[in-house]
């Protein structure tokens, strides 16, 4: 069976055309149904991207979250107002499925688990490194990927904007559950969310535990940030207790999922879309193409990873958060290559690591 779409005229924004940004659907806060019992909720976050989807499932006994945004207090607005609209309450939630660690995707995980009681589903690689980077250890996670960079050429970053908030205030905003209350899923896991079957598939790349969700009776595919419509999800090598090849898994993730008969594919940045299989062909040549840019400038002579990113990348370094993702997504590359045999590593005698074709 398909999925039906339905009208988008249930869904209108109610901003005024002078208020509405570029992408009026894409960046609007606001809720709608988008298939039967399905509800995206679409909340704003501090991040260039601007907001973030998360999907309520709705079943004839309670209901269940995939994602929890960031606790801010517009988007803890945005989120009072779209459960209302689906006629949700906190304590009818039974399940909270976190596709992966990022904060935009975890930050009310602890406080909807605690107000609900809720099962919180989640990779253990993810379930991990959330541990590891919100409970206690973000300073010093900073600092080993500042570290992590400094060979690659990265000028000495400043402190992130969340490590150097009090912890009050940035447990307002992020906050998560204990190791305990975390129910791990591995790859190829069935759960049942709202009275339906779920299949989990692990689609390591943008996350290393990056999950997605697969109904089979009617092709919905939660895709969280592993296919977006219309950007490309980063792609980042950033620290050495990364899986060693981000680029080469998500390559294998995106095959994973090119044939699966979704009907509907439900992001979490963006609008949903329907043809899995031609995004993920875009994506794919998208990385093909940045691959050959960096072999033709690594033809000239040897550079490191930041050089690359201030060719590849440009006037987009404009601050230390792009700087950090610019040179993760040119070592995730460059380690592709590198595992491929097109690429070698050299050192330098004062420590920076170039890289050559080979
Ligand atoms: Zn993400
Ligand atoms: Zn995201």
Not at 77 to 94: C, Q, T
Not at 190 to 208: F, M, N
Not at 285 to 303: D, K, M, T, V
Request: proline share 7%; with cysteine.
């Amino acid at each position: 069976m398909k999925v039906t779409l339905l009208s988008d005229d249930t869904t209108k924004s109610r901003a005024t055309a002078a208020e509405r940004p570029k992408h009026p659907a894409e960046l609007t806060p606001g809720t709608e149904e988008v298939v039967s019992g399905v509800w995206k909720i679409t909340l704003p976050i501090p991040f260039p991207l601007r907001t973030v989807n998360i999907y309520a499932l709705v079943g004839r006994d309670g209901w269940a979250l995939v994602d929890a945004a960031m606790g801010t207090p517009e988007a803890r607005a945005v989120l009072a107002e779209g459960l209302e609209r689906a006629g949700l309450e906190l304590r009818d939630l039974r399940a909270l499925v976190l596709s992966h660690h990022h904060p935009d995707h975890i930050g009310l995980s602890a406080e909807l688990q605690e107000q609900s009681g809720a099962t919180v589903y989640m990779h253990p690689i993810d379930a991990a490194i959330m541990q590891a980077m919100w409970h206690g250890e973000h300073q010093r996670s900073f600092a080993q990927a500042n570290q992590f960079f400094r060979p690659h050429g990265m000028p000495p970053l400043e402190p992130t904007v969340s490590s150097q908030l009090p912890p009050e205030v940035l447990n307002f905003v992020i906050r998560v559950p204990t190791a305990e209350a975390i129910t791990c899923v591995e790859d190829g896991a069935e759960i049942t969310l709202a009275g339906e079957h779920y299949r989990v598939i692990w689609t390591p790349g943008h996350s290393d535990g990056h999950i997605v969700l697969f109904r089979e009776r009617d092709g919905l595919l939660l895709a969280a940030d592993h296919v977006l419509p219309r950007i490309t999800p980063n792609i980042g090598l950033y620290s050495e207790y990364n899986r060693a090849n981000p680029l080469g898994d998500y390559i294998q993730s995106l095959e994973k999922v090119r044939h699966l008969p979704a009907s509907l594919v439900l992001p979490g940045h963006g609008e949903p879309f329907r043809n899995l299989a031609r995004r993920v062909r875009e994506l794919i040549r998208h990385h093909a193409q940045r691959e050959l840019e960096i072999l033709s400038l690594l033809g000239r002579r040897p550079q490191h990873a930041y050089q690359l990113a201030e060719q590849v990348f440009g006037p987009r370094l404009k601050n230390d958060e792009a700087r950090r993702m610019a040179v993760a997504e040119i070592l995730s590359h460059l380690e592709h290559l590198r595992l491929g045999g097109y690429v070698r590593q050299e050192r330098t005698d004062d420590g920076l690591i170039l890289y050559a074709a080979v």
